[in-house]
T-cell receptor, first 110, second 113 residues
Framework: GQSLEQPSEVTAVEGAIVQINCTYQ??????LSWYQQHDGGAPTFLSY????GLEETGRFSSFLSRSDSYGYLLLQELQMKDSASYFC???????????FGAGTQVVVTP | NAGVTQTPKFRVLKTGQSMTLLCAQD?????MYWYRQDPGMGLRLIHY???????AKGEVPDGYNVSRLKKQNFLLGLESAAPSQTSVYFC????????????FGPGTRLTVL
Protein backbone atom coordinates (compact mmCIF):
# COMPACT_ATOMS: atom_id res chain seq x y z
CA GLY A 1 0.00 0.00 0.00
CA GLN A 2 0.89 3.68 -0.05
CA SER A 3 1.95 5.39 3.15
CA LEU A 4 3.96 8.23 4.62
CA GLU A 5 5.22 7.93 8.18
CA GLN A 6 6.31 10.81 10.38
CA PRO A 7 6.41 11.27 14.18
CA SER A 8 3.25 12.65 15.72
CA GLU A 9 4.86 15.17 18.05
CA VAL A 10 8.20 16.71 18.89
CA THR A 11 8.92 19.10 21.76
CA ALA A 12 12.01 21.31 21.96
CA VAL A 13 13.19 24.52 23.61
CA GLU A 14 13.78 27.85 21.91
CA GLY A 15 17.09 27.97 20.11
CA ALA A 16 17.31 24.20 19.72
CA ILE A 17 17.43 22.09 16.53
CA VAL A 18 14.66 19.69 15.56
CA GLN A 19 14.70 17.03 12.85
CA ILE A 20 11.40 15.63 11.52
CA ASN A 21 11.81 12.37 9.64
CA CYS A 22 9.52 11.13 6.90
CA THR A 23 9.58 7.70 5.29
CA TYR A 24 7.36 6.98 2.35
CA GLN A 25 6.05 4.13 0.30
CA UNK A 26 4.17 5.31 -2.80
CA UNK A 27 3.46 4.00 -6.27
CA UNK A 28 4.93 7.05 -7.99
CA UNK A 29 7.55 9.55 -6.87
CA UNK A 30 8.49 12.90 -8.35
CA UNK A 31 9.61 14.60 -5.15
CA LEU A 32 9.04 15.31 -1.46
CA SER A 33 7.50 18.53 -0.18
CA TRP A 34 7.17 20.00 3.30
CA TYR A 35 4.34 22.23 4.49
CA GLN A 36 3.80 24.16 7.71
CA GLN A 37 0.38 24.66 9.24
CA HIS A 38 -0.41 26.78 12.28
CA ASP A 39 -3.53 25.98 14.31
CA GLY A 40 -6.63 27.04 12.39
CA GLY A 41 -4.58 28.18 9.42
CA ALA A 42 -3.84 27.10 5.89
CA PRO A 43 -0.83 24.96 4.99
CA THR A 44 2.09 26.95 3.59
CA PHE A 45 4.88 25.60 1.41
CA LEU A 46 8.35 25.25 2.93
CA SER A 47 10.44 23.19 0.52
CA TYR A 48 10.62 20.61 -2.25
CA UNK A 49 13.29 17.99 -2.96
CA UNK A 50 13.33 16.10 -6.23
CA UNK A 51 16.95 14.94 -6.07
CA UNK A 52 19.04 13.41 -3.31
CA GLY A 53 20.73 15.84 -0.99
CA LEU A 54 20.18 18.81 1.26
CA GLU A 55 18.30 22.00 0.36
CA GLU A 56 18.75 24.96 2.70
CA THR A 57 16.36 27.88 3.02
CA GLY A 58 17.19 30.13 5.93
CA ARG A 59 16.71 28.34 9.25
CA PHE A 60 14.97 25.40 7.55
CA SER A 61 16.66 22.66 5.56
CA SER A 62 15.22 19.60 3.84
CA PHE A 63 16.96 16.38 2.87
CA LEU A 64 16.03 13.53 0.54
CA SER A 65 17.39 10.04 -0.05
CA ARG A 66 15.43 8.43 -2.88
CA SER A 67 17.18 5.08 -2.46
CA ASP A 68 16.06 4.92 1.19
CA SER A 69 12.58 6.44 0.53
CA TYR A 70 13.41 8.85 3.32
CA GLY A 71 13.56 12.56 3.92
CA TYR A 72 13.75 14.98 6.79
CA LEU A 73 13.05 18.60 7.65
CA LEU A 74 15.57 20.32 9.89
CA LEU A 75 14.47 23.33 11.91
CA GLN A 76 17.36 25.31 13.38
CA GLU A 77 17.43 28.11 15.95
CA LEU A 78 13.89 27.29 16.96
CA GLN A 79 11.59 30.21 17.69
CA MET A 80 8.21 30.25 19.44
CA LYS A 81 6.55 31.05 16.11
CA ASP A 82 7.79 27.70 14.78
CA SER A 83 5.21 25.93 16.97
CA ALA A 84 3.00 24.38 14.29
CA SER A 85 2.25 21.15 12.46
CA TYR A 86 4.63 20.07 9.73
CA PHE A 87 3.56 17.76 6.92
CA CYS A 88 5.64 15.83 4.45
CA UNK A 89 3.94 15.20 1.12
CA UNK A 90 4.93 13.11 -1.87
CA UNK A 91 4.33 14.44 -5.37
CA UNK A 92 3.41 11.27 -7.22
CA UNK A 93 2.81 12.34 -10.80
CA UNK A 94 3.08 15.09 -13.39
CA UNK A 95 -0.26 16.62 -12.32
CA UNK A 96 1.22 17.69 -9.01
CA UNK A 97 -1.03 15.49 -6.90
CA UNK A 98 0.19 15.33 -3.32
CA UNK A 99 -0.15 12.55 -0.78
CA PHE A 100 0.32 13.89 2.75
CA GLY A 101 1.63 12.34 5.93
CA ALA A 102 -0.41 12.71 9.12
CA GLY A 103 1.75 15.59 10.33
CA THR A 104 4.19 16.27 13.14
CA GLN A 105 3.20 18.76 15.80
CA VAL A 106 6.23 20.76 16.92
CA VAL A 107 5.92 22.38 20.33
CA VAL A 108 8.52 25.00 21.17
CA THR A 109 8.91 25.85 24.86
CA PRO A 110 10.67 28.87 26.40
CA ASN B 1 -4.31 40.48 -4.87
CA ALA B 2 -6.54 38.18 -2.83
CA GLY B 3 -4.68 34.97 -3.78
CA VAL B 4 -6.91 31.99 -3.05
CA THR B 5 -10.26 32.58 -1.38
CA GLN B 6 -12.91 30.14 -0.19
CA THR B 7 -16.61 30.67 0.42
CA PRO B 8 -18.15 30.09 2.93
CA LYS B 9 -15.77 29.99 5.90
CA PHE B 10 -18.15 27.98 8.09
CA ARG B 11 -21.29 25.96 7.42
CA VAL B 12 -23.56 23.60 9.31
CA LEU B 13 -25.69 21.18 7.30
CA LYS B 14 -28.23 18.53 8.18
CA THR B 15 -27.80 15.03 6.80
CA GLY B 16 -29.13 14.84 3.27
CA GLN B 17 -28.78 18.55 2.47
CA SER B 18 -26.70 19.76 -0.44
CA MET B 19 -24.23 22.59 -0.76
CA THR B 20 -21.49 24.02 -2.96
CA LEU B 21 -18.12 25.27 -1.79
CA LEU B 22 -16.49 27.91 -3.96
CA CYS B 23 -12.78 28.36 -4.49
CA ALA B 24 -11.63 31.45 -6.38
CA GLN B 25 -8.09 32.45 -7.37
CA ASP B 26 -6.59 35.52 -8.99
CA UNK B 27 -3.14 33.97 -9.49
CA UNK B 28 -3.84 32.76 -13.03
CA UNK B 29 -2.85 29.24 -12.00
CA UNK B 30 -3.76 26.30 -14.20
CA UNK B 31 -4.02 23.58 -11.58
CA MET B 32 -6.54 23.54 -8.73
CA TYR B 33 -7.16 20.98 -5.98
CA TRP B 34 -9.72 20.20 -3.30
CA TYR B 35 -8.53 18.54 -0.07
CA ARG B 36 -10.19 17.56 3.16
CA GLN B 37 -8.47 17.51 6.52
CA ASP B 38 -9.75 15.52 9.48
CA PRO B 39 -8.43 15.80 13.07
CA GLY B 40 -4.99 14.28 13.49
CA MET B 41 -4.69 13.53 9.81
CA GLY B 42 -2.99 15.00 6.85
CA LEU B 43 -4.80 16.40 3.86
CA ARG B 44 -6.45 13.99 1.47
CA LEU B 45 -7.10 14.88 -2.16
CA ILE B 46 -10.77 14.80 -3.21
CA HIS B 47 -10.71 16.06 -6.82
CA TYR B 48 -8.42 18.15 -8.94
CA UNK B 49 -8.34 20.10 -12.19
CA UNK B 50 -5.45 20.75 -14.55
CA UNK B 51 -7.24 23.39 -16.58
CA UNK B 52 -10.53 25.05 -17.39
CA UNK B 53 -13.16 22.46 -18.25
CA UNK B 54 -11.17 19.50 -16.87
CA UNK B 55 -11.61 17.60 -13.62
CA ALA B 56 -10.32 14.30 -12.25
CA LYS B 57 -10.76 12.13 -9.16
CA GLY B 58 -8.33 12.15 -6.29
CA GLU B 59 -7.88 9.84 -3.35
CA VAL B 60 -11.33 10.23 -1.71
CA PRO B 61 -13.84 11.37 -4.39
CA ASP B 62 -16.97 9.49 -3.28
CA GLY B 63 -19.86 11.75 -2.29
CA TYR B 64 -18.39 14.83 -4.01
CA ASN B 65 -18.62 16.41 -7.44
CA VAL B 66 -16.65 19.27 -8.92
CA SER B 67 -16.76 21.71 -11.81
CA ARG B 68 -14.25 24.10 -13.36
CA LEU B 69 -16.22 26.18 -15.85
CA LYS B 70 -13.90 29.17 -15.48
CA LYS B 71 -10.15 29.08 -14.94
CA GLN B 72 -10.35 31.13 -11.77
CA ASN B 73 -13.09 29.11 -10.03
CA PHE B 74 -13.24 25.53 -8.78
CA LEU B 75 -16.50 24.37 -7.20
CA LEU B 76 -16.93 21.42 -4.85
CA GLY B 77 -20.43 20.03 -4.44
CA LEU B 78 -21.98 17.76 -1.87
CA GLU B 79 -25.25 16.40 -3.24
CA SER B 80 -26.45 14.62 -0.10
CA ALA B 81 -24.31 15.45 2.92
CA ALA B 82 -23.40 12.77 5.46
CA PRO B 83 -21.86 13.12 8.96
CA SER B 84 -18.70 11.45 7.59
CA GLN B 85 -18.20 14.58 5.46
CA THR B 86 -17.72 16.75 8.54
CA SER B 87 -14.25 18.15 7.92
CA VAL B 88 -12.19 21.18 7.02
CA TYR B 89 -11.99 21.64 3.27
CA PHE B 90 -9.01 23.33 1.65
CA CYS B 91 -8.64 24.48 -1.90
CA UNK B 92 -5.18 24.84 -3.39
CA UNK B 93 -3.72 26.11 -6.65
CA UNK B 94 -0.50 25.59 -8.55
CA UNK B 95 1.13 26.93 -11.70
CA UNK B 96 1.45 23.34 -12.82
CA UNK B 97 4.15 21.66 -14.85
CA UNK B 98 7.51 21.74 -13.08
CA UNK B 99 6.26 24.14 -10.40
CA UNK B 100 5.75 22.32 -7.12
CA UNK B 101 4.43 24.87 -4.66
CA UNK B 102 0.73 24.69 -3.89
CA UNK B 103 -1.01 27.79 -2.53
CA PHE B 104 -3.82 27.09 -0.11
CA GLY B 105 -6.99 28.97 0.67
CA PRO B 106 -8.07 29.65 4.28
CA GLY B 107 -10.38 26.64 4.44
CA THR B 108 -14.07 25.94 4.97
CA ARG B 109 -15.14 24.29 8.22
CA LEU B 110 -18.16 22.08 7.49
CA THR B 111 -20.24 20.28 10.08
CA VAL B 112 -22.91 17.77 9.05
CA LEU B 113 -25.41 16.88 11.78
Amino acid sequence: GQSLEQPSEVTAVEGAIVQINCTYQTSGFYGLSWYQQHDGGAPTFLSYNALDGLEETGRFSSFLSRSDSYGYLLLQELQMKDSASYFCAVRGDSWGKLQFGAGTQVVVTP
Amino acid sequence: NAGVTQTPKFRVLKTGQSMTLLCAQDMNHEYMYWYRQDPGMGLRLIHYSVGEGTTAKGEVPDGYNVSRLKKQNFLLGLESAAPSQTSVYFCATSKGGTYNEQFFGPGTRLTVL
